[in-house]
């Protein structure tokens, strides 16, 4: 039974790496930039979201709606600002100023908040559960992680293949010197990407924030999570990520369940055995981005 | 009236000069076919208008406006189109798609979807279609269409027969009286000089990057348009 | 009809093909009285300041490396930390455990740093980019997390060098000097050589066009392989060098990512892809590090911002800004064209 119940966390916390993933997958998607700082990011959202809680007493979903539009238009101004003059250069330049970024970021927070492990208090929805057996019970909160990070990567999915500014993402992806062929200025398109990239990565760290601890140093692990779904699920296929990111939390529950410091090295070990046996991932390619 | 005007413009690639002090003009409603032998500085030239690349020197004026500055995308607002060298169909797009990328600019005009089908059956046939599973004639096909769902005033159509059968060619090129029967200036890149002479009014030859010869077709002689063409 | 060949007067070129420069016979004359004089130090200077060149010392190294990994190989890896822990490690065992002279346990770490690296590199070849980077990260974190779980390695808790413990500790830190001074002399001679060599030819090559240096018969992946594994070996002779001279080794922080951090910004700082951009990158970090170290963590924080700009607006780095764009040559790795002397 504790292994049932195991696997059943492991799903839902799926859910949420599934959401941390969803906004690296997109940028990747459309731009090949492996945003380094995306972990950083995540926690960054977190710390804005839990200022906004502790300055106005509001709870963390009504903080959610204000951190959001906050992390799109950090989005959109790093687009400008670093990654579409990181592209000109090309090269290694956007991973370079990507994990500066990371760096930069992660030391500022600690500069602000100290190292200090903060959380995102929910009042008695982080203890409520919905009760199936004797021993098996589902946690309302997780629940509506999992729901959130489904519900993302639906809209995205939808977005993507039919909202004219998704089309035209995908074109920039196809071929990004034939799209201002078509008036359209790649560089806005980018910066709009980024921008909902971060706003999705705005719903993740206050859903992180939530659901446990972080500190400044947390991004590192939330980038390698977002990362391992990514492979896992198979690079191009948003699907693909939610079913890594499940095979991760899945991993790293039954791990936890074996020894609790062994979690987080099962979940990494079962990623480099896929790497190693199934490098395309799970669901390679199976929706394009 | 003069629809696009070109003078003194020359292009580098780096250290490379691809063309040299160009002069052009394209009066509205007419087809200018600029010939020449391969690596003459043709499509680098249809790049310039478009503003895929820059000119380093000369002025580049639309409808009479200046512009020799503006980047690409803000060119097509003003409506110039291009259907690029190898076409360059979105893969992951279905053809439908594609089109309605195309008309991003949303400019008004006669161009639409069911214009685009209409004039172009191959295109239609084929809407649902990922550009990766497209032949040569029908990417090139859907690139025109493409580039005309911006309702543009001047199209430039960059070595439409390359690479495509003849009968394919021909099917493409017979929607050509279609779109200038709208209005549109049409600027067309041959290597295919027959071809060239066919459809346009007027023909500008380059060799290695300069004028060396222009006129209406009727009035130049195969010999003339050989010599220029070869540069003997 | 007959052809007549025109007799055609093919002109000697008047051009001959040179790698060195003036600069660069400059540069290894400064280099050579670097090499002679270094060994002095020792005796003149007190033991601080050993320690410091000996920090500074195996900088450069994992600079270094990581240049030849990034700069030349264009593989990014944000893991090479991994390698640093398993040199550190394998110097305290050898050397410790298993008894042998620390001096002899030196390369051997080097060597086994190879041997990790060379299975390590078919894992971590299915990415590439920027997936790279973050897989060899995982695998630096997994390498760390079993560390962790062997009771033999002194699991959370780590364990101290005790090779030189018989010595005096003037004597125990000019040995590491030494020690250093030779690890810091290979690494940058290996990675001169092997940029100069067939293989730095063909690394130009892939670096300008992966596929077109395919197509010509360069074999990319195993020179990225042989370079993956040079480049981790001389990351273990940098964790070597630093359980030496610091005699503590600790799993979190042998495998911290903070290594990677600094190979990279110093890197980018000095200049990416020159031979002389990280020696030149090490330094100014090392300055910075010792000048800022009262600022505390905001020092990274301008660490970072310099490496930003620098990689938006300065991609040679300071290297490429001091010897203006590469006219000046310590270790010309490159060809150049000079007009040779007209015939007589």
Redesign the interface.
Known sequence: MQWINAIIQGVLLGGLYALLAAGLSLMFGVMRIVNLAHGALAILAAYIGLVIVQGTGVSPFIAMVAVVPIMAGIGYVLQWGIFNRALRMGGLAPLLGAFGLAVVLTQLMQLKFTTDSQSLQTGSLSIASIRITEQISIGVLPLITFAAGVIVIFGLQMFLSKAPLGRAMRAASDDSETVPLMGIDNRQVYALSTAIALGTVGIAGMFLGMRGNFDPNYGQAMLIFAFEAVIIGGLGSLWGTLAGGMVLGVAQALGSQMNPSYGVLVGNLVFLLILAFRPTGLLPKAVTT | MTLLSLSGVDVHYGDFQAIYGIDLNVAEGETLAVIGANGAGKSTLLKAI???VRASAGTIAFDGVDVTAL????R??LGI??T?EGR?I????TVE??L???A??KRPGPWNLRAVYEAFPLVADRKDRL?TNLSGGEQQAAAIG??LM?NPRLLLLDEVSLGLAPVVVEQIYAALPTITGQGTTVLVVEQDVNQSMRVADRVQCLLEGRTVLEGAPSDLTRDQIASAYFGI | MTIDTPAVHVPRPHAKVRRATKSSWAGLAVIVVLLLAAPAVPYVLDKGVQGSLVTLFSLIVMATMWNLLAGYGGMLSIGQQAYVGIGAYALVYISDTIGLDPFMAVPLAVVIAGLFAYPISFLAFRLSGGYFAIGTWVIAVVLMQITLQIPALGGGIGVTFTGFSDLTPGRRIAYVYWLSLVGVALAVAVTYWIMRSRLGLGFTAIRDDETAAASLGVRVTRSKRFVFVVAAMGSGLAGAMIAANTLRVQPDSIFSVNYAVFMIFIVVIGGIGTIEGPILGAIVFFALQQWLSDLGAWYLVILGVIAIVITLFLPRGLWGLVSGDGRIRLFPVGYRLVRAAPEP
């Open positions: 478009a503003g895929q980047p690409a995308h803000k097509v607002p189109a291009l690029p360059r979105f893969k992951s797009l798609e594609n309605l990328v195309g991003h600019s550009g493409r580039a911006s």
